[in-house]
């Protein structure tokens, strides 16, 4: 009886966090969801080609992307959407974590981060290739 009141207590002020944060976050006009999902199955096929017309003005192009349904992967299309000034659109990707594949949705970044994040990942490619070159 004792575990069910305090987990009652605790899933109370759970839901209370969460409708502060969701409130708070509404009223910056910024909300980020990020579920990761494993699926013990093989890599997605390479992405399929698309021709795609010229840019209306104001959009950005979310290029295509094999998505996980039931038991196989199916393609879903590229598409444009409207342009966020100051963010960069990053594409649905696949990605392998500890022998699965994760879904990672694609999602709007501030555009300074991107340029920080690529600047980390060159400075680890060179780093690698330097200790394997070195040795």
């Avoid at 094999?66 to 649905?92: F, K, Q």
Wanted: aromatic share 12%; with cysteine.
């Amino acid at each position: 009886m004792l575990k069910r009141v305090i987990g009652g207590v605790r899933g109370t002020a759970f839901c209370a966090l969460f409708v502060l944060a969701a409130a708070t976050s509404a009223a910056h006009g910024e909300v980020s969801v990020n579920i990761g999902i494993g699926i013990p199955i093989g890599p997605p096929p390479p992405p399929r080609v698309e021709v795609i017309a010229p840019a209306p003005a104001g959009y950005v192009w979310a290029p295509g992307y094999w998505a996980w349904h039931g038991d196989n992967y199916v393609w879903i299309r590229g598409r444009w959407i409207l342009s966020r000034p100051g963010y960069v659109w990053v594409p649905d990707r696949w990605e392998q974590r500890e022998g699965r594949w994760h879904i990672a949705p694609g999602q709007w970044q501030r555009e300074h981060r991107r340029f920080v994040r690529e600047e980390r990942r060159e400075e680890r490619h060179e780093r690698r290739e330097h200790e394997h070159h070195g040795r």
